[in-house]
Nanobody, 113 residues
């Protein structure tokens, strides 16, 4: 059974940085594309960033140049480095194994002064 465990969320002032981590169990990680989604209060869940097994990445326009997705296949972990955070980045962030129904439990990110 596959499990995804996120960590690294928290509260930060505008302009600050956070790094999210998502550790995956199971053998699927190394061959799977991984993604980070987020869902703000009263909003639909949206794709933030995606990374293939080979390391190719793509980002939502709203985070390009500020967020970086990466992965460490040896550790079965995907990361989301978030810089220059804005209040509109406030949301619960989820990691996801592309093409499956496997989601993490979510980690709250709050950007506020």
């Amino acid at each position: 059974q596959v499990q995804l465990v996120e960590s690294g969320g928290g509260s930060v002032q505008p302009g600050g940085s956070l790094r999210l981590s998502c550790a995956a169990s199971g053998n699927i990680f190394r061959i799977a594309a991984m993604a980070w989604y987020r869902q703000g209060a009263g909003k639909q869940r949206e794709l933030v960033a995606r990374i293939t097994s080979g390391g190719s990445t793509n980002y939502a326009d709203s985070v390009k140049g500020r967020f970086t997705i990466s992965r460490d296949n040896a550790k079965n972990t995907v990361y989301l480095q978030m810089n220059s955070l804005k209040p509109e980045d406030t949301a619960v962030y989820y990691c996801f194994i592309w093409g499956t129904n496997y989601w993490g439990q979510g980690t709250q990110v709050t950007v506020s002064s």
